[in-house]
């Protein structure tokens, strides 16, 4: 089966993404269970060094302490699409959830692998897999996915200030926003608008963390630390480029 998400490698072409979900998910009750599916997976091995995994571990952390509420970092876009190889690649960084206002953030977190454009690619991804289900959500295992009734979804790539300044950054942003306008979501899906930026956390900011012990000592704790208020706080202080 081909892909889904083919058509986002891209951005001029996002138009295309329509006709692709019917041709290649002629039966959309075959997906997952899972499927947007909002949770928090805390767990992080000791020994792990990745900065983008340390962060996102330590985000769905202090969220189920209570100290970032609203954050997940476990939400499947496309089990049962195209195979496991792929669906492992489709679950979202982070997920931010006002259930209040109605207001989903579907986050890529970038450290710095990959370029903007290729972050870009895999947010406007996930944009495409959420039109998909709304779409279909009369015929998809979406029963009480709160985050299915967002009114507005914001396609976040989020990343340090550094990677930000990246000098091709203005056009891909301003293409993928292009690309976004042919989803033509207000006549498809009533009282749902979606849009798509990057994040720059700020200056001060650098990851307090050395190894997962790290992430685990200072983010599973009823009272905030040190670190963690930092995480909270430069998340809090992120701001479009």
């Known amino acids: 089966m081909a892909s889904l998400f083919d058509n986002t490698r891209d951005l001029d072409?996002?138009?295309?993404?329509?006709?692709?979900?019917?041709?290649?998910?002629?039966?959309?009750?075959?997906?997952?269970?899972?499927?947007?599916?909002?949770r928090r997976k805390p767990d992080i091995s000791s020994y792990n060094t990745s900065a983008e995994t340390m962060l996102k571990k330590a985000v769905a952390i202090l969220a189920e302490r209570g100290h970032?509420?609203?954050?997940?970092?476990?939400?499947?876009?496309?089990?049962?699409?195209?195979?496991?190889?792929?669906?492992?690649?489709?679950?979202?960084?982070?997920?931010?959830?006002?259930?209040p206002v109605r207001y989903a953030c579907l986050v890529e977190l970038k450290w710095q692998s990959d370029s903007a454009s290729e972050a870009l690619r895999q947010v406007i991804g996930y944009g495409a897999a959420y039109v998909f289900g709304r779409m279909h959500r009369d015929k998809l295992p979406l029963e009480h996915?709160?985050?299915?009734?967002?009114?507005?979804?914001?396609?976040?790539?989020i990343a340090p200030a550094h990677y930000c300044r990246a000098t091709d950054l203005a056009g891909c942003l301003d293409r993928a926003r292009q690309g976004l306008r042919h989803f033509d979501i207000g006549s498809r899906i009533r009282q749902l608008s979606m849009?798509?930026?990057?994040?720059?956390?700020?200056?001060?900011?650098?990851?307090?963390?050395?190894?997962?012990?790290?992430?685990?000592?200072?983010?599973?704790r009823e009272v905030l630390t040190e670190p963690g208020r930092m995480i909270r706080d430069a998340f809090r202080a992120a701001r479009p480029v």
């Open 13 to 38: 072409d996002i138009g295309e993404i329509y006709r692709r979900m019917h041709t290649n998910c002629p039966n959309p009750a075959s997906m997952s269970a899972q499927l947007w599916r909002l």
């Open 68 to 99: 970032m509420q609203g954050w997940f970092n476990q939400c499947p876009t496309a089990s049962g699409i195209g195979g496991s190889r792929m669906d492992r690649h489709r679950n979202v960084d982070l997920v931010y959830w006002n259930a």
């Open 145 to 157: 996915r709160p985050v299915m009734d967002a009114r507005h979804v914001s396609l976040q790539v």
């Open 195 to 220: 849009s798509i930026d990057v994040l720059a956390l700020p200056d001060w900011f650098e990851l307090p963390f050395a190894n997962g012990d790290d992430v685990l000592a200072n983010c599973d």
